[in-house]
Nanobody, 118 residues
Framework: QVQLVESGGGFMQPGGSLRLSCAASGSFVGINAMGWYRQAPGKERELVASTSGGSIDYGDRVKGRFTISRDWDKRMVYLQMNSLKPEDTAVYFC?????????????WGQGTQVTVSS
């Protein structure tokens, strides 16, 4: 059984920084992609950042402020969030596309709350 566990969320003032981490565990044979999505109250879930193979994608609203990194040997993905704004307030979800004997599946973590407020 695969688990994705996020950590590092919390409360921060505008202009501050937070770093999120996501650890993948369980039975799978490879990682196709890992990334971060977020969902604010009353809004749809949106892409924050994702990494797969040699590519990295960012949502338009975080480009230049957030940086995704990964260590797939450790089954980890990270999100460095700088210059935080109140509109970054949301639940942040780790997502992974993993290969196992049954095929390729997408998995989601439980989410971690990020609140940006003065």
């Amino acid at each position: 059984q695969v688990q994705l566990v996020e950590s590092g969320g919390g409360f921060m003032q505008p202009g501050g920084s937070l770093r999120l981490s996501c650890a993948a565990s369980g039975s799978f044979v490879g990682i196709n992609a890992m990334g971060w999505y977020r969902q604010a109250p009353g809004k749809e879930r949106e892409l924050v950042a994702s990494t797969s193979g040699g590519s990295i994608d960012y949502g338009d609203r975080v480009k230049g402020r957030f940086t995704i990194s990964r260590d797939w040997d450790k089954r980890m993905v990270y999100l460095q969030m700088n210059s935080l704004k109140p509109e970054d307030t949301a639940v942040y979800f780790c997502s992974a596309v993993l290969r196992n004997r049954q095929g390729i599946n997408r998995y989601w973590g439980q989410g971690t709350q990020v609140t940006v407020s003065s």
